[in-house]
C-alpha cells in the first residue's frame, strides 16, 4: 500500500513538471511572450476594480478611471504592437523607446487622474505604481 501511494505521488509531481518542455512551471513554451496578453478592454476593467478597492473611489469616480484606464490601456497596446516580437532579446535600444513610452503614458494618465482624484487617493496611486514597478524589477532580477 505504501508502495502505491509514494508511486501515485511521484506520478503526480512529475506529470506536473512534465507539462511544458523544461519544466516551465506552468508557463507555456515560449516563455511570457508566447502568452497572449488581455485586451485594453480586459485589462482596463481589472485595474478598475483594484484601484478601485484600494483607493476606496466613488462610482463617479469608477466611471471616470474606467475610461481613463481604457484609453491609456489602448495606447499601451498599441505602443506594445508597434515593437517585434520575434526578436528577442529586444535590442538595448527599442528598451529604451518602449520604456520612454510606457513612461510617458503613464506620466499622462496621472494628469488625467488628478482632475478627479483626491490629494489622498493621488497620493496611494502613486505608491500603489511605485510597489508594483519595485516588484516587477525584483521579479525579473530574480529577487523575491
Known sequence: MKKIFVLLISTIVLNTYAQYP???????????????????????KH????????????????????VIS??????????????PRDQFPPSAESREKMKAGMVSIEQRKQEQLQKFLTAEQLKKYKEIKESE????????????
Open 70 to 83: 481604457l484609453a491609456f490601456s489602448e495606447e499601451r497596446e498599441d505602443l506594445l504592437e508597434s515593437f
Open 133 to 144: 514597478k519595485s516588484a516587477m524589477m525584483n521579479q525579473r532580477n530574480g529577487r523575491p
Open 22 to 44: 523544461g519544466g516551465g512551471g506552468g508557463r507555456p513554451p515560449g516563455g511570457m511572450a508566447a502568452m497572449e496578453r488581455p485586451s485594453a478592454e480586459q485589462q482596463a
Open 47 to 66: 485595474e478598475t476594480k483594484k484601484m478601485s478597492k484600494q483607493l476606496g473611489l466613488s462610482n463617479e469616480q469608477k466611471e471616470k478611471y474606467q
